[in-house]
């Protein structure tokens, strides 16, 4: 629907026009409250209907038609990496290099809701760190600042935020001033948003008369904002040539890790998917397979039973790399497939979506009665030549906060990385008594010199 509100040719209003559209699509009760409203409601109102395509939201869930033909399928091969285990200086040394050539960009996805935690403020700004108390935002960008100081270079930062998180989000991290990022590494990008449908008659759930139901349109909805507001041209016009991408609920996430950044560059890949061995079956993650010899990311959703318990001759699961959400991009890679983002396949998920009723109440469901549309990230996963995928230690590099109690929830996560903490000081031979909370800062860390690490990196 892509009509703009002049009159037309034959004297019918734009407003007419967008009616007859709609009605064609059975949609046309999203004007019902038309008549009373102001000029400047009628305008967002009509604006939020001509950026959709209603026919689009209709039809059946895209992100499910995988043909999951068992004959194509194919455990990916894997590469392992630890913090560890970077001992192997020529990786190490390949990260920093490009780090300090000032060839690093980093994007965090922050645009999501955090219905599951319900929190007020967006998910960046809980507190997380067990000891310090610091925000998933500062645990992160510290972690840039920490590499930026260390290979004396600028890493730019890209935090990719959606309407429901960022004015927020911004007023939250100009009070803290981005936790010492140089302000020319600071960014900041809006997705766009898409409409819920009733999950029953599919017609479109309005918030109030003059505003539809919107919610952030996935976080694959960032990769044609990236391309949109001219910043993946920027950041490859100032010499970025990968994109270190994580999402914000993980605290954990090993980001600007040269060990990393040396895989990525050594195995000449332009996308570095990095995964955990999946623990059992049921496990909620998204997995990565192989179709036809290319790796992708299957949902749990759609992974059938039988495929997600298969066992290899040694008892392990045959398809066990979960997906963690942390990536590298390389820019040449995202701007070929640029004309593609658009066009990603919506998945549906059915939600609780407060809205209004056709007298105008709200109405606040118990039950999921709604379903929200999004665009997920590795859905261009197939669409990279060369594809690496690298095992993390989920100990060490994921512990995603989901949940307002037990699986992944802020006090179980808190206290992996309790854990991780005191291993990584066990492991050079300092002990902390039973009970005593550690955690590293990055701030005080290097990410190459051993001495340092020992003597400076416990707060
Ligand atoms: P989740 O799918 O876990 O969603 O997002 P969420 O919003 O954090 O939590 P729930 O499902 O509402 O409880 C994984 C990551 O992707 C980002 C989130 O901010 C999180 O870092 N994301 C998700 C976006 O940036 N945009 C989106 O539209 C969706």
């Not at 509100?5 to 009605?23: E, K, S, V, Y």
């Not at 006090?411 to 992996?416: D, F, K, L, R």
């Given at each position: 629907m892509?009509?703009?509100?002049?009159?037309?040719?034959?004297?019918?209003?734009?407003?007419?026009?967008?009616?007859?559209?709609?009605?064609a699509a059975g949609q046309e009760h999203t004007l019902q409250f038309w008549d009373q409203l102001e000029p400047g409601e009628r305008a967002q109102l009509t604006a939020q209907l001509e950026s959709i395509d209603v026919n689009r939201l209709n039809c059946q869930d895209e992100g499910s038609e995988l043909d999951l033909d068992e004959a194509t399928l194919t455990a990916p091969d894997q590469i392992k990496w630890s913090a560890d285990s970077s001992e192997d200086e020529s990786l190490v040394k390949l990260g920093e290099q490009m780090m300090s050539r000032g060839e690093l960009g980093v994007l965090i996805a922050a645009g999501?809701?955090?219905?599951?935690?319900?929190?007020?403020?967006?998910?960046?700004?809980l507190p997380i760190g067990p000891v310090t108390g610091a925000s998933l935002f500062q645990i992160l960008i510290e972690k840039v600042v920490a590499a930026s100081r260390e290979f004396d270079c600028e890493i730019p930062v890209v935090m990719l935020c959606s309407p429901a998180t960022h004015r927020e989000t911004i007023e939250y991290l100009d009070a803290e001033n981005w936790f010492g990022l140089p302000e020319s590494c600071r960014h900041t990008l809006c997705q766009k948003t898409l409409p819920a449908v009733d999950r029953k008659t599919g017609r479109l759930l309005m918030e109030s008369p003059s505003s539809l139901c919107l919610s952030p349109n996935g976080h694959g909805g960032h990769l044609s904002e990236l391309v949109d507001c001219g910043l993946l041209e920027k950041l490859t016009d100032a010499g970025v040539t990968t994109l270190f991408y994580c999402q914000?609920?993980?605290?954990?996430?090993?980001?600007?890790e040269p060990g990393v950044i040396g895989e990525h560059l050594r195995n000449e890949a332009e996308l570095t998917v990095l995964v955990t061995p999946r623990t059992s079956p049921e496990e909620k993650v998204g997995t990565v397979i192989c179709v036809d010899g290319v790796p992708q990311v299957i949902e749990y959703t759609i992974i059938p039973e039988e495929l997600a318990a298969r066992r290899d001759a040694e008892g392990r699961l045959e398809f066990r790399a979960a997906n963690t959400g942390i990536h590298l991009f390389d820019t040449a890679f995202l701007q070929r497939e640029a004309n593609h983002f658009s066009s990603l396949p919506l998945h549906q998920a059915n939600k609780k979506v407060p809205h209004i009723d056709e007298q105008g109440a709200t109405v606040i469901p118990d039950e999921p009665n709604a379903i929200k549309f999004e665009r997920f990230i590795f859905d261009v996963f197939p669409r990279s030549r060369k594809t690496l995928v690298l095992e993390i230690d989920p100990l060490t590099g994921f512990a995603p906060v989901k949940n307002a109690d037990g699986a992944n929830s802020p006090?179980?996560?808190?206290?992996?990385i309790l854990q991780a903490n005191r291993a990584w000081l066990a492991s050079r031979g300092l002990r902390v008594d039973e009970g005593v909370p550690v955690e590293t800062v990055p701030m005080l860390t290097s990410f190459t010199d051993p001495e340092i690490r020992l003597g400076r990196r416990v707060a």
């Open positions: 892509t009509h703009t509100m002049n009159q037309t040719d034959f004297g019918q209003t734009a407003t007419d026009q967008l009616r007859n559209r709609l009605a999501g809701q955090g219905t599951r935690l319900g929190l007020s403020q967006p998910k960046g700004c914000v609920d993980n605290p954990m996430a090993p980001l600007c006090s179980e996560v808190q206290g992996q």
